[in-house]
């Protein structure tokens, strides 16, 4: 997905958004790309689905700026992680700069399949997840979503939650939740987004 844009600063932001399958990844990173077009960037986004319809890992990544070469974002260059679980955001954080910032779910979730030997989820994920990285927000993004009327919309919590550390206009984030919701969808994820920019 790419679009020409016109000048701007020559930064490029790059976005990680991890989860398991079901939890909306793809969706979420439709929303971060389509808001960062709207507002005039050129952008480029990959999917990782693995075993996603296991309940597996998965990950996609957007980036956006001035001009956009690969849609891979190399290890040591994401700027923010959105992890949709703690397990998987923690999966990840070796992938962030130094200044690099985690917004992560208070979620929890057994891996769906789980060999012999393998070790327990972590009792202390999230004191794990704070010594990975300097900056770490952790969200209750269902329950926020469940204010707003919908547990399902976690995502679009988290989403909310990292437009406050993107410079990206309000305006460019509702045309994209319009945009790539269906219509029965957008109100209770308006109010799931502007949730967890308050959360903030």
């Not at 050129?42 to 956009?68: C, L, P, T, W, Y």
Request: aromatic share 2%; charged share 25%; glycine share 8%.
């Amino acid at each position: 997905m790419s679009r020409a844009c016109p000048e701007r600063s020559r930064k490029v932001t790059n976005i990680a958004i991890a989860g398991v399958g079901g939890q909306g990844i793809v969706l979420a990173s439709d929303v971060v790309a389509e808001a960062a077009l709207c507002a005039g960037h050129q952008v480029k986004k990959n999917e990782v689905h693995g075993m996603a319809q296991r309940g597996g890992s998965v990950v996609s990544e957007i980036r956006f700026g001035d001009r956009i070469y690969s849609p891979l974002i190399p290890d040591g260059d994401v700027d923010v992680l959105v992890g949709l679980e703690l397990l998987e955001a923690l999966r990840h954080a070796h992938r962030l700069r130094p200044d690099g910032l985690i917004i992560a779910d208070e979620l929890r979730l057994q891996p769906a399949v789980r060999p012999p030997g393998a070790p327990e989820y972590p009792p202390d994920i999230v004191d794990r997840l704070r010594a990975s990285a300097e900056r770490v927000v952790i969200v209750p993004a269902a329950e926020l979503a469940a204010e707003a009327g919908n547990a399902r919309a976690a995502n679009t919590v988290l989403i909310g939650v990292l437009s406050q550390h993107l410079d990206l206009p309000r305006e460019a984030w509702h045309t994209a939740l319009r945009s790539c919701l269906r219509p029965s969808l957008v109100e209770v994820n308006l109010k799931a987004f502007e949730l967890g920019q308050r959360h903030v």
